[in-house]
């Protein structure tokens, strides 16, 4: 799966838990990660979050770092 592609995801899952608290936010969407993403997904999440320049939002990279 292309980079761009998990990004947006990421991204994207993060943004419906947006209006949760915070705290919740971060651990609903690291939760989703977890149960639905497949191991070679999160993996290449985790190298994605590693870069400085990520494109991931607030709630999705801390959430992509929790998942990892």
């Given at each position: 799966?292309?980079?761009?592609?998990?990004?947006?995801?990421?991204?994207?899952?993060?943004?419906?838990?947006?209006?949760?608290?915070?705290?919740?936010?971060?651990?609903?969407?690291?939760?989703?990660?977890?149960?639905?993403?497949?191991?070679?997904?999160?993996?290449?999440?985790?190298?994605i979050v590693a870069k400085p320049d990520s494109g991931l939002a607030g709630i999705a990279?801390?959430?992509?770092?929790?998942?990892?």
């Open positions: 799966m292309d980079t761009q592609d998990l990004v947006r995801m990421v991204n994207q899952i993060a943004g419906f838990f947006q209006s949760y608290p915070h705290d919740e936010a971060v651990k609903e969407t690291a939760d989703h990660i977890k149960k639905f993403w497949e191991p070679r997904m999160r993996a290449a999440l985790k190298e990279l801390e959430a992509a770092r929790a998942a990892s």
